[in-house]
């Protein structure tokens, strides 16, 4: 059965990308255009230069984090929607530490901007977490309520406390010069890549990097790990088994909110410099999309928000250059998830179906040589 399972999550999610893209071809056609030419043109806007290479990585950072933390949750059984709420306290608290400090060097202020971003996601994610452990609350509900919460008292700090002076746009000052993450292109240069200046890939893309590794890590190969999984696929079971259920769901949400408020490296350190009001764009949302693409393991996760880069980087393109809007790019989104949904509930079926006969049979074969065997001792 673990080859089954692992069989299904490679193929299912697979499947339903060519069958996204099948459909969308239909839609395509539809508008009157060639499905060869549109999707050309998207990829080309990828993957035919350097930088758009780099903004595929750029939009995929985000998403990387966004997805980390829904992936998390769903490990512990836990269904946090609340990213979007999440990423906003971070990238908030990020963003008053960068502005709460008036000289530090970058060894020291980047990394307190990091812990601060985390520990802002890790705060909001913690109250619905709690509400789950000790009352049973719906952890949906709660996160629901809490992006409402978060978006409406960040905007409201932004507009009337933290406001740059002179500016129509509600978004802060920018934070600490010390703090911001550097741009990859020099770096990429002095390894012969030729990055434009222009491109906004930063720093952020390693600690989506490291933060992947480290979910990976924390997950199968931690004690903690170990009980956020068994808590996962059978709380009454794990309770039983001495874990404290409670204790694990709260630390699951913990991090999974940490994850979520790591979005700030991205958007207040590497990219924009500042938070500023209303930016995330569904980012948390899309997290959820991430990870059930990503069938909710980290190294899933990443391919998924690749994907998702890329299909962002090339809408651009199909938008300037053809007549197909780029919404069409949504469409494939949410046909995909759809469709990885399905396809997994289909193939798992009908993969059992097969081999559970066969195992059935392997399994009286072994009882029948075990009888023998212990029959002659």
């Known amino acids: 059965m673990k080859r089954l399972a692992r069989f299904t999550s490679v193929l299912s999610p697979v499947a339903a990308v060519a069958a996204a893209f099948l459909v969308g071809g239909l839609v395509v056609l539809a508008i009157g255009e060639s499905p060869l030419r549109i999707y050309g043109i998207l990829f080309r806007g990828a993957f035919g230069s350097v930088d758009g290479v780099g903004l595929v990585l750029f939009n995929a950072c985000p998403l990387i984090f966004a997805g980390l933390a829904v992936a998390f949750a769903f490990r512990a059984g ?20 960068g502005l709460s400090v008036s000289s530090l060097t ?27 452990a000790r009352f049973g609350v719906h952890e949906v509900i709660n996160t629901i ?26 978004q802060t000052p920018k934070i600490l010069a010390s703090a911001h993450l ?45 009980e956020i999984r068994a808590v996962g696929l059978n709380a009454a079971a794990a309770e039983n088994a001495g874990i404290n259920v ?11 909110g940490a994850f979520a408020g790591l979005v700030a490296t991205n958007e207040v350190m590497g ?10 764009g569904g980012i948390g949302f899309m997290g959820i999309a991430v990870a059930l693409l990503g069938k909710n393991t980290p190294v899933g996760v990443l391919l998924a928000a690749l994907l998702f880069g890329v299909l962002n980087t090339g809408a651009l393109e199909v938008d300037v250059f ?55 001792a």
């Not at 630390?251 to 999974?256: E, G, P």
Request: aromatic content about 8%; overall charge positive; charged content about 15%.
């Open 145 to 170: 309520m809490m992006n409402f919460i978060a978006i409406g008292l960040t905007s409201y700090l932004v507009v009337n406390v933290f406001k740059e002076a002179g500016q129509m746009t509600p």
């Open 246 to 256: 409670r204790r694990t769901l709260v630390l699951a949400m913990l991090l999974s």
């Open 106 to 132: 970058p060894w020291l202020a980047i990394p307190l901007l990091v812990v601060a971003a985390a520990a802002g996601g890790a705060l909001w994610a913690s109250i619905p977490g709690f509400l789950k």
């Open 78 to 97: 836990l269904f946090n929607i609340g990213g979007e709420g999440q990423l906003y306290i971070g990238s908030f608290l990020c963003a008053w530490a």
């Open 322 to 376: 053809t007549d197909v809007p780029r919404e069409l790019i949504l469409v494939l989104q949410a046909i995909t998830i759809i469709l990885v949904v399905v396809g997994n509930e289909v193939l798992t079926r009908r993969l059992e179906q097969r081999v559970r006969p066969a195992e059935a049979t392997g399994a009286d074969g072994n009882a029948d040589a075990g009888a023998a065997t212990g029959e002659a």
């Open 182 to 226: 550097p741009r990859l292109a020099g770096a990429a240069r002095a390894l012969g890549i030729p990055l434009p200046d222009a491109n906004p890939l930063n720093a952020s893309i390693l600690i989506a990097l490291a933060a992947v590794g480290l979910a990976w890590f924390i997950l199968y190969r931690t004690t903690l790990g170990y």
């Open 271 to 280: 990219f924009r410099h500042r938070f500023l009001d209303n930016f995330s």
